[in-house]
């Protein structure tokens, strides 16, 4: 298995879908999970830290299975602004560097 | 500041010449990372500093590539007699207690 393996897409949603995305990761050890976003030429940018079950942020739910070594995003009513890419973030073995996935592309559809 | 700032935003640079790309981490961040993206491509981890201690270099492709941080807080990434697959988009972030990243907008290498 990856590292951190992601569906690439892209998901093309109309307005006001739920959308969900998955990502597995292969070092167990792992403790504390990210999603990131990232705009065409632009920086990634922390969208929300996972480090239990899972956590809600608005629209956005993230989830944690370590059984499976999976983390979901799900996105409710979807917005236009939603589209980019999402990074599934994993940490390297037990340091602070961090091993990012290639990212999921969310095109979100009037 | 406010943010990571990265310069130059740009740089073009002929195949063989040296170029050095420089980081100014947000305030207070301990941690400072590296990492580059190739058009289409995923991230991928060069170098990371934490505190005082040894750097993490386990990321660098070769030994073209080095870096330092100065005092704790600026960094340089150098990369010597440059190639074509060296462009890429050196993007820098730093963190506090390495709790999710802030980047900077990154420094857009093209080795022609």
């Known amino acids: 298995r990856k590292e951190v393996e992601q569906d690439p897409g892209p998901f093309n949603v109309p307005e006001g879908a739920t959308v969900a995305f998955n990502c597995t990761y292969s070092?167990?050890?792992?403790?504390?999970f990210f999603w990131y976003r990232q705009d065409c030429r632009k920086e990634p940018k922390l969208l929300m830290s996972?480090?239990?079950s899972g956590n809600e942020d608005g629209r956005f739910t993230a989830q944690l299975n370590r059984a499976s070594q999976y983390i979901s995003l799900l996105i409710r009513d979807s917005k236009l602004s939603d589209s980019a890419t999402y990074l599934c973030?994993?940490?390297?073995?037990?340091?602070?560097?961090?091993?990012f996935g290639k990212g999921t592309s969310l095109l979100v559809t009037p | 500041g406010a943010g990571v700032s990265q310069s130059p935003s740009n740089k073009v640079t002929e195949k063989g010449k040296d170029v050095e790309l420089r980081c100014d981490p947000i305030?207070?961040?301990?941690?400072l990372y590296w990492y580059r993206q190739s058009l289409g491509q995923g991230l991928e981890f060069l170098i990371y500093f934490q505190g005082n201690s040894a750097p993490d270099k386990s990321g660098l492709p070769s030994d073209r590539f080095s870096a330092e941080r100065t005092g704790g807080s600026v960094s340089t990434l150098t990369i010597q007699r440059t190639q074509q697959e060296d462009s890429a988009v050196y993007l820098c972030?730093?963190?506090?207690?390495?709790?999710?990243?802030?980047f900077g907008s990154g420094t857009r290498l093209t080795v022609v």
């Open positions: 305030s207070g961040h301990t941690a």
């Open positions: 972030a730093s963190s506090f207690t390495g709790r999710g990243y802030t």
């Open positions: 070092n167990s050890a792992s403790q504390s």
């Open positions: 996972v480090y239990s």
């Open positions: 973030v994993v940490p390297v073995n037990s340091g602070y560097a961090l091993n």
